[in-house]
């Protein structure tokens, strides 16, 4: 408990931070609910970390997948420290793992912090693949009784409204379960390449060995009998 308490205060300190603003003024903001989404890879330097502000507004579902694709210089830890902080600086979520997982509903608007920590190497940095966003379900719905009042609508344009909307979400759920699959087959990816470099330097040097000592053991063997013509024969 002690040390993800410290990583928390290193996070926040001396992290090269990014924010997702919306394109729109405070008094415009109850107009900024669609559904958004990010997906990008980024490098967490050795003993540092890399902090990112997302905007969210109240009664929505905030989630966070991350994967840690491979490791640079002398790292040999793959765990990274990922904490997500709401507006308020309270702490939603934590992980200190090399693949995670975070969904929770946002009670307050505004900017929720993401900071990925390295805090586990010293000397090598860390590429993760992140996906994030937020997803307001049922706002459509909330924004058809508020207009109810100034348009009619029939039964049948109701019902297919509701099953676009179930069917839009399901798509996106869909996307998020193939967006994770993506990030693990870029990991694997950078597997079998770096197990093809690994087979393929090892094997020369096991050749450049096997033909040096080859040469050796000829020396060897061409030293023993070699004779010396100016001594006297029997």
Request: aromatic share 14%; proline share 2%.
């Amino acid at each position: 408990m002690l040390l993800n308490a410290l990583l928390v205060v290193l996070s926040s300190q001396c992290v090269w931070a990014r924010k997702s603003e919306p394109s729109f003024d405070e008094a415009d903001a109850g107009f900024f609910r669609g559904s958004d989404k990010y997906d990008f890879a980024i490098e967490v330097p050795a003993a540092g970390a890399e902090c990112f502000w997302h905007f969210a507004h109240q009664s929505g579902s905030f989630y966070l997948m991350y994967l840690v694709q491979w490791t640079t210089g002398m790292a040999n830890d793959q765990r990274l420290f990922v904490t997500v902080n709401s507006p308020l600086g309270s702490l939603m979520a934590s992980k200190n793992q090399a693949v995670g997982q975070m969904n929770f509903q946002t009670e307050v608007t505004g900017f929720y912090r993401m900071c990925f920590g390295n805090h586990n190497n010293q000397f090598g940095g860390i590429r993760v693949f992140m996906n994030f966003g937020v997803i307001y379900e049922g706002f459509e719905e909330s924004q058809r009784e508020l207009q109810e009042g100034e348009r009619v609508l029939n039964s049948t344009l109701g019902n297919i409204e509701e099953s676009v909307q179930r069917l839009q979400n399901q798509i996106f759920h869909m996307w998020r379960n193939y967006n994770f699959a993506r990030m693990r087959k870029g990991k694997d990816h950078h597997l079998l390449l770096s197990n093809l470099n690994y087979v393929t330097w090892w094997s020369a040097a096991q050749s450049f060995i096997i033909v040096l000592s080859g040469y050796l053991q000829l020396l060897v063997l061409k030293r023993l009998f070699h004779t010396d013509s100016s001594r006297p024969r029997c």
